[in-house]
């Protein structure tokens, strides 16, 4: 059986297994980064960075705001008005993305490029996702954009799903792969890629079966939940996200994955904030907001899969390997307590609620050395 097959007897029953091993108690790991994060703009940034920046030392930023930040100038300004948001002694790095248009000049590439202002340029198939409608329409589009990061070393981050409603929403990731992806790399085989939050058992294959220039990134919320989450108790709007989640077999494939220490796979939390009154309504918005529990939830599946030894490897080593920047020189250090800690339900921002999610798991781990208090 190869380590991804799934064994029928493990479907999740939403507990904790008990390890046999020898307990940890104590973690330390080097500061870790987030390679895929939605802060927004204005009141809500205000409200969610914090939570990023006083644990993290990096995050890749999206650029899906409304307008896109899809000009060299939209992106300088975008990483100004993140860096007023933070004290100036806050140590953290938003590392910036372009959003690429079926009309993105290849100069614009050149310019982001002789600035140092680009860590990936985000390409969004139109109407795939949350504000994805000035998305790219057709590669073939944007081949001559693609063939300058190739020569620049400039990395492609893909939402990794088709956008045709003619397919199936759950298997719009695998279909996107064999339509788009596979044919791009062969086009551009030394274009560095990531494939953003792979949801499913195909998508681990997929990069398994890859030698190099290929990464993923792989979100909290798709290691802990499946489908069934997202009707359990009724619609729950607060489990809805895209990639949307999938079968437990897709479930079970990611946290293992995540959980080997193959270095083609990093945390990316996908932590994207919506007001409840946007979420809780017919033609709710895509998007979890898990960055208050997105390190105890992820410490407690690695703790679960009996693999605390490759958290570091996922949080804050694979990443900075691909993306080739230095490891972060400091560490945090995370403690089990006796009791678990409590979950905060929401945060206030922009006039509202915004829900935290929630992985119904008990979580016993918290940073107790190396947070930055920034608020
Ligand atoms: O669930 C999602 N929310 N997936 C995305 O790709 C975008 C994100 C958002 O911006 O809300
Ligand atoms: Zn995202």
């Not at 006083?54 to 100004?80: C, F, H, S, W």
């Not at 790219?136 to 088709?162: A, C, F, W």
Request: overall charge negative.
């Amino acid at each position: 059986m190869s380590p991804l097959d799934v064994p029928e007897s493990s479907v999740f029953q939403g507990g904790l297994i008990e390890s046999e091993i020898e307990p940890m108690n104590e973690l330390t790991i080097k500061r870790p980064d987030d390679w895929h994060l939605h802060l927004r703009d204005g009141d809500m940034m205000r409200a969610v960075l914090p939570y990023t920046a006083e644990l993290y030392g990096r995050a890749i930023i999206m650029p899906n705001l409304k307008p896109p930040v899809k000009t060299v100038k939209d992106v300088e300004a975008y990483r100004q008005r993140i860096l007023d948001c933070l004290p100036s002694s806050h140590g953290f790095q938003p590392l910036m993305t372009l959003y690429l248009t079926d009309d993105t000049p290849q100069e614009e590439i050149q310019t982001a490029n002789k600035e140092g202002l680009l860590a990936a340029v985000k390409l969004y198939p139109v109407g795939a996702t949350t504000h994805s409608e000035h998305g790219v329409t057709n590669l073939k589009k944007v081949y001559r954009v693609l063939e300058i990061m190739q020569k620049l070393d400039i990395p492609l981050s893909i939402h990794g799903e088709i956008s045709d409603p003619g397919v199936d929403i759950f298997d719009r990731e695998s279909v996107f792969i064999e339509r788009e992806l596979d044919p791009v790399r062969n086009d551009f085989p030394e274009l560095k890629i990531f494939l953003e939050n792979v949801s499913s058992k195909t998508g681990v294959v997929y990069l398994l079966s890859a030698e190099s220039g290929l990464g993923a990134t792989i979100t909290p919320h798709h290691l802990l939940i499946n489908r069934n989450n997202i009707f359990t108790g009724g619609l729950n709007p607060h489990m809805y996200c895209l990639p949307v989640a999938k079968r437990e077999v897709d479930r079970q494939s990611i946290r293992k994955a995540a959980t080997s220490g193959d270095p083609r796979f990093f945390f990316g939390s996908d932590s994207a904030p919506h007001r409840q009154v946007d979420k809780e309504k017919a033609g709710g918005a895509a998007g979890i907001f898990n960055m208050p529990t997105a390190l105890p939830d992820i410490v407690q599946v690695f703790e679960t899969e009996e693999a605390l030894d490759n958290l570091e490897a996922f949080m804050s080593l694979n990443g900075a390997r691909f993306y080739e920047f230095p490891t972060n020189p400091d560490t945090i250090t995370l403690e089990k307590t006796a009791a678990s800690v409590p979950v905060i339900e929401y945060i206030s921002a922009d006039g509202d609620r915004v829900s935290v999610f929630q992985s119904r798991v008990p979580l016993f781990w918290q940073v107790v050395r190396g947070l930055r208090r920034i608020a």
